[in-house]
């Protein structure tokens, strides 16, 4: 689908393609939601992320997410990117793009498709602390 | 039936592999693969959740195996 | 104060200038709404959009809006840009780019600033059709 | 007192100008001020709405205006 770009990789995300493709000129409004490393959890400093897909299941619900959201909000583009890999702080493990005439559906539909994205997307991320690594949400 | 179970995140470090295999009977379910894992990996229990993929599809508990099936272990995600 | 960037400018806009500075270790999520000029009102072909500003008002009732959006919102930064001048069909009107620690926070406050400023901050957009211009919302 | 009144958007084209002069008596609140314009610039009435501000700042009704305040037209904004 040429209104759907949905890509999982290994290599640094580009903020600025993701506009390009995601503008146009129906478009009113455009949402972007980007992710960053941040460089403490609960206080305590993190040293590097490293994330572990299971990539064709990962990219079948990526494009389930997309597909939700078009059915939910009138928009006109979806664009998610994740990141594969290890991640310094201040990298960016994900952005999410979806462009509409209106900003109502722009906005709603990009929070929804992040929230889904990280319940449902099979990407594990672990956090390297001083003091030895975590796999995050794993344990109670 | 013998089959490949892929594991991810924490899985992989309970299974100390990236793939484990098990024989099944051939009528088995998700109920029943998740309850010989965790007789032979018990960490898997000590788990917030977890669930399975068959076919690159969340499965129920009650869903059937079939020789073939691409099995999966998904541990809670944390992607995002 | 160097946690908020209002910028009201004659010149094109920049997104990727915008990401640059609102990204930082300490910020987990980010938020950018982009407005972008659509070539259409209600089906109705736009040829192009004049802004006029009354400057130093919008420029005061702007930092007022990012000032608030750090007392509702645990918000690290916020840039608000906007253009004046003539826009083509698919040119940037406004950014709004809002850092947080957690993306609840962001995507709140984003939301908050793009709705109020289209309430408040005095900027008037004229709209040109093939057959006459119009001033957006000036009458019933 | 005479005090100069700025003018935008639609409302310029109503003034014919970005800036009109008015005289007002000294005590004169933003409720006289807009009755005056209304008399001279009818059309101004027919706006959805129109707000007034005083010193960058948007002024209410009972607001006194005093000599030297910068006075400005605000018709309904759409910015964005």
Same mark, same amino acid.
């Given at each position: 689908?040429?209104?759907?770009?949905?890509?999982?990789?290994?290599?640094?995300?580009?903020?600025?393609?993701?506009?390009?493709?995601?503008?146009?000129?129906?478009?009113?409004?455009?949402?972007?939601?980007?992710?960053?490393?941040?460089?403490?959890?609960?206080?305590?400093?993190?040293?590097?992320?490293?994330?572990?897909?299971?990539?064709?299941?990962?990219?079948?619900?990526?494009?389930?997410?997309?597909?939700?959201? /078009?059915?939910?909000?009138?928009?006109?583009?979806?664009?998610?990117?994740?990141?594969?890999?290890?991640?310094?702080?201040?990298?960016?493990?994900?952005?999410?793009?979806?462009?509409?005439?209106?900003?109502?559906?722009?906005?709603?539909?990009?929070?929804?498709?992040?929230?889904?994205? *990280?319940?449902?997307?099979?990407?594990?991320? *672990?956090?390297? /602390?001083?003091?030895?690594?975590?796999?995050?949400?794993?344990?109670? | 039936?013998?089959?490949?179970?892929?594991?991810?995140?924490?899985?992989? =470090?309970?299974?100390?592999? &990236?793939?484990? &295999?098990?024989?099944?009977?051939?009528?088995?379910?998700?109920?029943?693969?998740?309850?010989?894992? =965790?007789?032979?990996?018990?960490?898997?229990?000590?788990?917030? &959740?977890?669930?399975?993929?068959?076919?690159?599809?969340?499965?129920?508990?009650?869903?059937?195996?079939? =020789?073939?099936? =691409?099995?999966?272990?998904?541990?809670?995600?944390?992607?995002?």
């Amino acid at each position: 689908m040429n209104n759907t770009q949905i890509v999982l990789s290994s290599e640094s995300l580009n903020v600025q393609s993701c506009i390009d493709w995601i503008m146009s000129p129906e478009s009113g409004g455009i949402d972007v939601f980007i992710g960053t490393v941040r460089n403490a959890t609960k206080g305590k400093p993190v040293l590097k992320l490293d994330f572990e897909a299971y990539e064709p299941m990962a990219i079948s619900e990526m494009e389930k997410i997309a597909q939700q959201a /078009f059915e939910k909000w009138p928009v006109q583009k979806v664009l998610i990117h994740h990141r594969t890999g290890t991640l310094q702080v201040g990298e960016v493990p994900v952005i999410i793009a979806v462009s509409a005439a209106h900003r109502d559906a722009a906005f709603e539909a990009c929070r929804y498709i992040i929230d889904t994205l *990280k319940q449902t997307v099979p990407i594990w991320k *672990k956090e390297a /602390f001083e003091d030895g690594e975590v796999w995050v949400a794993a344990h109670p | 039936m013998k089959i490949n179970v892929l594991a991810f995140g924490v899985a992989k =470090e309970i299974f100390g592999s &990236s793939l484990v &295999s098990l024989e099944l009977t051939n009528d088995a379910t998700i109920y029943n693969l998740k309850y010989l894992l =965790e007789q032979q990996y018990p960490r898997l229990k000590q788990l917030a &959740s977890y669930m399975v993929a068959v076919n690159n599809e969340y499965a129920l508990p009650g869903d059937t195996i079939h =020789e073939r099936d =691409e099995i999966a272990i998904i541990p809670p995600v944390s992607g995002g």
